[in-house]
């Protein structure tokens, strides 16, 4: 069965260093997104992405952070200079549509420990 | 922001009966409404999902019910199984998949 795969599994970083977060989504998926879900709080929107560029994006999605599709493949997300309450375990998706089923199909996730 | 809300961090059920998930939610304008079920060290995993215009939906041994004028969804397990032992978490999404979740119910269904 497809499924979205994500690299690193845990990142540790200092505080102010970039981080690059990889997925690979399902490969017929033409929408990305990432999420993310601080520990013990809910799963929470950052940014979907369809056709090269940002569609959407979240309040928490400031300039620290970008997105991209450098190949046919991969969805990366950069933290350019990261914060302590940047740690958290974010999940990237993909999805055939992106409308009307909400039915996303999540990667296992990339913990982010910030110190 | 609580637009989903899911008021029960845990449940603990016996194998075999019936456990009831809720959910409530403060935004009117949602279009659908689903159920993820997330193990740990993994990804949400869609369950099942509705539509805004239906109030049921059933699937195996998950059915959704939605309630619009109460603002309230539930997700019904019968009959639960130990493997259902999970985070159960309700998200609404409106015209794009940009999804709002509730904070998670912890299901532990006892053998």
């Known amino acids: 069965e497809p499924e979205v795969t994500q690299t690193p599994s845990h990142q540790v970083t200092q505080m102010g260093q970039e981080v690059i977060l990889r997925c690979v989504p399902i490969s017929n998926h033409l929408y990305f997104y990432w999420y993310r879900q601080i520990l013990g709080q809910k799963v929470e929107f950052l940014v979907s992405?369809?056709?090269?560029?940002?569609?959407?994006k979240s309040e928490i999605f400031d300039d620290q952070f970008s997105v991209e599709r450098p190949d046919g493949s991969n969805f990366t997300l950069k933290i350019r200079s990261t914060k302590l309450e940047d740690s958290a375990m974010y999940f990237c998706?993909?999805?055939?549509?992106?409308?009307?089923?909400?039915?996303?199909?999540f990667g296992e996730g990339s913990r982010l420990t910030v110190l | 922001d609580q637009q989903v809300k899911q008021n029960s961090p845990s449940l603990s059920v016996q194998e075999g009966r019936i456990s009831i998930l809720n959910c409530d939610y403060t935004?009117?304008?949602?279009?659908?409404f689903l159920w993820y079920k997330k193990y740990p060290a993994e990804g949400p995993t869609f369950l099942i999902s509705?539509?805004?215009?239906?109030d049921k939906n059933e699937d195996g041994r998950f059915t959704v019910f939605l309630n619009k004028s109460a603002k309230h969804l539930s997700l019904h397990i019968v009959p639960s199984q130990p493997g259902d032992s999970a985070v159960y978490f309700c998200?609404?999404?409106?015209?794009?998949?940009?999804?709002?979740f509730g904070t998670g119910t912890l299901l532990a269904v006892q053998p």
């Open positions: 998200a609404a999404g409106g015209a794009t998949n940009k999804l709002i």
């Open positions: 998706a993909s999805s055939a549509m992106d409308r009307g089923t909400g039915e996303l199909f």
């Open positions: 935004n009117s304008m949602f279009d659908y």
């Open positions: 509705i539509s805004s215009i239906k």
């Open positions: 992405f369809y056709n090269n560029e940002i569609s959407e």
